[in-house]
């Protein structure tokens, strides 16, 4: 007698990943997921993409932005705004605060 084999992976996937689980013959258990459980699914996936940015190779790095690029781009249409709004404020707070390319690491603040 055959036994299924079940793997639980309860997370938010992109869209075209159950039919690539069934060509691959195997089925895939998915739900839509209810307005309000969107923004809690995007963030923790964005969270889990970060992970993978930080664990994957060099040669693997540039998909794992691609995937975070993705889930930004979800989270900005789930919270109502535009690309444009968002790289408007990413560019008002760059020049207010700085970008990254400086590479600066705040060790400590001394107060007086």
Do not use: N
Not at 9 to 35: C, F, Q
Not at 71 to 92: K, N, P, R, W
């Amino acid at each position: 007698m055959s036994r299924e084999q079940k793997i639980v992976y309860g997370k938010l996937v992109r869209d075209r990943i159950p039919e690539i689980i069934s060509a691959d013959g195997r089925t895939p258990r998915v739900r839509v997921l209810e307005a309000q459980e969107l923004l809690p699914a995007l963030i923790a996936k964005l969270h889990e993409e970060a992970e993978e940015v930080a664990s994957a190779e060099p040669g693997e790095r540039l998909g794992e932005l691609a995937d975070i690029r993705e889930v930004v781009a979800a989270l900005t249409v789930a919270l109502g705004f535009t690309e444009a709004e968002v790289d408007e404020a990413a560019a008002a707070k760059r020049a207010q605060r700085g970008g990254f390319t400086r590479r600066l690491w705040l060790d400590e603040v001394l107060v007086p």
